[in-house]
């Protein structure tokens, strides 16, 4: 900060100049006055041209002024430039001396060189003295030639002006301490912002070289839409939709829905999202188009002030290409193996049917065998189905307004069956009509595959509840077992696919782990949600929550 005072300005100028210039500048006011008053002479007071004394100290004021130029002050130490207002004191003393009684305000001349001393940096106590003894020199002359009549009047003028030039020197040494102490209180300051401004410049280095080194895209933006900080993965996003030159959100970028052609609308883009306070993840997107086009999956947490106020966001980009490539490919795979699985299982069970229409014809023992075929062919076109069913990228739902009490009504029918064998009970405390926003195909095929489950799971005298919440927005379908129950570990993972339970595989439960993922696909579909809440030997209860009148707002198609 002082050095910045100091590089302003006349400052600025004077310390550019060299020692020389310093000091003719130093005595140029003084000069320019004496000058004046010389060119004045010849005119308004031309007795003066005859007063060698007035006439000597104009000479010397002359001659000072020129050895400013001509003395090679930068060579000489100690500062002996400072002669030349002590000399001053000379040169005003024969002008004011010369000059009188016509000038003798000349005396007033002697501020200069007064103030030159003091501010000069000059020993304290050298300054005070010449800046008090310069001027009593100048005013005893005077007082001498009245001798022996001075009167009182005469003596405090003599001795008033020299204390007045001493509290000049006073305040401007005063003032010159009270500025260098300034000036070294702003230079430390100075030095303390400058350590903070380098530190802070070290971190905002590590941080960006923390964030290009991740293998996401990271991206914070503020309310207006402006970056605060982005990494080399998000600009190469940027690049990649079309949006060097544009605002976050703004401009024609290329970024797509899932179907990789549709041109997303500016609100439905992540950046947007996020400036409107969205907090969301995996969102996919597909950014830019042609065989460079990129699967790009985005998340986004808000920034909020300390006064709550949402202040921006923060984005994240992972490019999924590769994954999601992968799992289309996978899933290609499973479509077309589960196709040619059905046509040659579809054969076995309809010959095998046919065979057993004429039971009577075939031994008991061949009838018995036919059976277990016709059973395990039946199991095997099922995971076959279900096979079919997770390949698909997304399941085809049409909801409607639909009664799930109906729907609870005819799976727990469907299922009766199956309890029976198991000597399950099946019970249902659901309010007729039970209305809800659904695709009755689907979640009739989400609640078999969770009643089958509860009685699957359950031991013999078991019981199996579904149960209703209704409400504004929502509607609740639970499904409680009083089965063997999972670990709280093991619940957190029943949704995935082939995911099965210890306990399961040690029973030799049949089952794939399919059901309860195609489960939640289904309900995901509807915009819903489903929860799973269990305990070891203590039973299961899964939860649907599907909209009860119309589609979510949050959810998209």
């Known amino acids: 900060m002082a050095d910045s005072l100091f590089q302003r300005g006349p400052a600025r100028f004077f310390r550019g100049l060299g020692t020389r210039s310093q000091v003719a500048l130093c005595q140029l006011p003084l000069t320019l006055l004496v000058a004046v008053l010389a060119a004045a002479t010849p005119f308004a007071w031309p007795t003066l041209l005859h007063s060698p004394p007035y006439l000597a100290g104009i000479v010397l004021h002359a001659v000072l002024f020129l050895a400013c130029f001509l003395v ?72 001498a030639g009245r001798f022996p009549h001075l009167t009182a009047a005469d003596v405090t003028t003599v001795f008033l002006f020299p204390l007045m030039m001493l509290a000049v020197s006073l305040a401007i040494r005063f003032a010159s301490v009270n500025l260098r102490v300034q000036q070294r209180e702003l230079a430390h300051k100075d030095s303390e912002l400058r350590s903070l401004l380098r530190q802070s410049r070290e971190r905002e280095r590590l941080l960006q070289t923390v964030l290009d080194a991740t293998d996401v895209g990271i991206a914070a933006v503020d309310r207006s839409g402006h970056f605060l900080v982005s990494n080399s993965r998000q600009r190469n996003f940027r690049r ?14 290329l970024i797509f829905g899932q179907d990789r052609t549709t041109l997303l609308p500016p609100e439905r883009r992540p950046i947007s999202r996020a400036m409107a306070g969205e907090s969301f993840s995996d969102y996919l997107v597909w950014a830019g188009e042609g065989p460079e086009q990129r699967a790009v999956s985005t998340a986004a947490r808000p920034l909020r002030s300390e006064d709550g106020r949402l202040s921006g966001a923060v984005v994240v980009y992972s490019d999924v290409t590769g994954w999601v490539e992968a799992l289309a490919a996978h899933q290609e795979l499973v479509s077309n193996v589960s196709h040619e699985f059905k046509s040659p299982l579809n054969s076995i069970i309809g010959n095998i049917d046919l065979v057993l229409d004429d039971v009577a014809a075939l031994p008991p023992h061949a009838t018995q065998r036919l059976e277990v075929v016709q059973r395990n062919s039946e199991r095997l076109l099922a995971l076959v189905s279900d096979l079919s069913a997770t390949a698909s990228a997304a399941l085809n739902v049409h909801p409607k307004r639909t009664d799930l009490a109906s729907l609870v009504e005819t799976s727990l029918g469907s299922a009766q069956a199956l309890a029976g064998q198991a000597n399950i009970e099946l019970a249902a405390e659901v309010p007729s009509p039970l209305w809800a926003y659904a695709d009755p ?30 409400g504004n927005r929502w509607v609740q379908l639970s499904v409680t077992d009083t089965g063997m129950g999972m670990s709280e570990a093991e619940s957190s993972r029943v949704f995935q696919r082939f995911f099965r339970t210890d306990a399961a595989r040690s029973a030799s439960i049949a089952g794939a782990g399919l059901g309860l993922s195609i489960t939640r696909m289904i309900v995901e579909g509807h915009g ?15 939860t649907l929550t599907l909209p009860a009148d119309g589609p979510p707002s949050s959810f998209q198609v």
Not at 104 to 123: E, K, N, Q
Not at 240 to 253: E, K, M, R, S, V
Not at 450 to 456: D, G
């Open 72 to 143: 090679p002050w930068e060579r000489l130490e100690h500062r002996p430039y400072l002669l030349i207002p002590v000399l001053d004191f000379a040169a005003i003393g024969l002008l004011r001396n010369g000059a009188a009684p016509l000038l003798p305000g000349l005396a007033v001349l002697v501020v200069f060189p007064v103030i030159w001393l003091s501010a000069s940096g000059m020993l304290a106590r050298s300054s005070l003295v010449l800046s008090f003894v310069g001027p009593l020199f100048i005013m005893l002359p005077s007082a």
């Open 240 to 253: 990649a939709t079309g949006a060097d030159d544009a605002l976050p959100g703004q401009g024609n970028q």
């Open 528 to 542: 819903g949600t489903i929860t799973c809440e269990s305990a070891k030997g203590r039973g299961s209860t899964f």
């Open 441 to 470: 195909l689907r979640i009739g095929q989400a609640l078999d595959n969770l009643v089958s489950n509860a009685i699957k799971y359950s031991p013999g005298g078991g019981r199996v509840t579904v149960r209703a919440l209704p």
